[in-house]
Structure formats: C-alpha cells, structure tokens
C-alpha cells in the first residue's frame, strides 16, 4: 500500500517538474526542474527494486551532469532578451504534438490490456516484471540518453558561440 502511494506521489512528481521544464523560460528554473524529474525517477528506480540504477541516477545524473548543466546555464548570455518571451512560438505545435502522443499511448494501452479471465495471473504489470524487463531488455537505451544529454550541451555551447561571432 505505501510503495504503491509512494510510486504514484514519485511518478506525479516527475509528471509536474517535467511539464514545468516546457513551460518556464529562465533556464536555472528548467534546470532545477530537470533535478526534480531526475530525482523524483531515482525515486521510481528504488521503488522498483533497482537499488544500483536509483544511485547511479542521484550521483551520476544528478549529481554530475546537472552539475554540467548548470556550469553550460552559467555560461549563456544574461543580455539575451529571448528568455523574457513568455511562450515561445512552437508552443501550440507542442501542445498538439503532446495529445497526439497522449492520444497513441492511450490507443496502445487500451489494446494491449489482457482480456479479463481467470488465466491470467496479476503479476504481468507488477514491479519485478517491470524491473527484470528494463535491465534486460532497455539498459542500453537508458544509457544512450546521457549521451544525448552530453551532445545537447555540447550543440546549445556551439549555437550560443556562432551567435556571439554573429553580434560581435
């Protein structure tokens, strides 16, 4: 009963501080809204009974690329005036992309839901099938977005550089 009230309150927390990371516009905000997500997800991990990937989240992904992060955030130029625009001009392209997306994913659940019978045991969606699947089967993928995260930084350094050669 509390891990499940506490997967809900980790997995709700990680929902908001990722909607937060679209909708604010000063980038020391988004970053610590990426904290939250990244640690709310450990959160998640240790839930599901993958102690090592939930440390591994908090020292690695907290603790050293946001630490990389908000080195990159330091270095922006403060006299950019785009941060004080509310909404950028693909918010409403994004909002639609979203509910199209929400929209696949309900379509996709609701036609891989089990028929309800008697043959059917309760533990297809439990905590230790989801775990023993994600180390198996999507370890890999887990870890190539650290180096998309890296390659991101790397891309807003080398925009941020061709802009400064551009007005100066």
Do not use: C, K
Request: charged share 10%.
């Amino acid at each position: 009963m509390i891990e499940t009230l506490l997967l809900w309150l980790f997995a709700g927390t990680a929902l908001v501080a990722a909607v937060a990371m679209l909708v604010l516009r000063d980038p020391m905000r988004v970053a610590l809204a990426l904290t939250a997500t990244m640690l709310s997800l450990a959160g998640v991990y240790a839930l599901l009974g993958v102690h090592v990937i939930a440390v591994f989240q908090v020292l690695i992904y907290v603790g050293a690329v946001m630490v990389f992060m908000v080195y990159a955030i330091m270095l922006l130029d403060v006299g950019d005036r785009s941060f004080t625009r509310r909404f950028s001009r693909l918010l409403l392209p994004g909002i639609a992309a979203a509910l199209l997306f929400l929209a696949i994913l309900a379509h996709g659940l609701w036609h891989a839901l089990p028929e309800p019978s008697g043959a059917v045991s309760g533990t297809v969606f439990g905590l230790q099938h989801f775990s023993a699947e994600f180390l198996n089967e999507y370890w890999l993928p887990f870890e190539l977005v650290s180096v998309l995260l890296v390659a991101v930084v790397v891309a807003a350094l080398a925009v941020l550089e061709v802009g400064r050669r551009h007005r100066g």
